[in-house]
């Protein structure tokens, strides 16, 4: 019997994670659409957006955004947290020169980590002053990877 062990599960929550932002980063929907849970329930809540319910919603959002004329987006700082057999992912994100705070939130479907829950808002100046600093100082480009 294989029981949950957190610390071995990490660097796949982490890589996980990393593969939303590539996905964002490359405009890639198939990618984007790959990511997403499809057993469990799924919400995204974008800046400025109403909560969006069900898988189906949330990869209508996801197309139009990706399709549409947005900057890049960087993650920063990405703090992983487990509850149960559930990983939600604290970080960063850096579009252009705003800075707001997400949650991603993974369940384990079909033996790897898919997302079901995204939510991103602005953090305050304070906040993300200290996250530019700590991810200036911490000699990583915030996905664990050296400058």
């Known amino acids: 019997m294989n029981e ?3 610390s071995r599960e990490r660097p796949a929550v982490l890589f996980a994670n990393e593969a ?3 996905a964002f980063a490359d405009r890639d929907f198939a990618a984007m659409g790959a990511l997403w849970a499809e057993s469990a329930a ?3 809540i974008h800046p400025g957006w109403p909560a969006l319910s069900g898988r ?3 990869l209508a959002s996801w197309q139009r955004i990706l399709q549409g004329d947005t900057p890049a987006i960087d993650c920063h700082l990405a703090e992983v947290h487990f509850a149960g057999e559930t990983a939600f992912v ?4 850096v579009v252009g020169r705003d800075w707001l705070v997400a949650t991603n939130a993974f369940v384990r479907e079909q033996g790897r980590w898919r997302l079901m829950f995204h939510q991103a808002g602005p953090t305050p100046p304070m906040t993300a002053a200290l996250a530019a600093d700590d991810a200036d100082d911490d000699g990583d480009d915030g996905h664990g990877r050296p400058n």
Do not use: R, T
């Open 4 to 6: 949950f062990d957190p």
């Open 20 to 22: 939303f932002y590539q």
């Open 42 to 44: 799924c919400v995204c």
């Open 56 to 58: 189906k919603d949330v």
């Open 90 to 93: 604290v970080c960063y994100e």
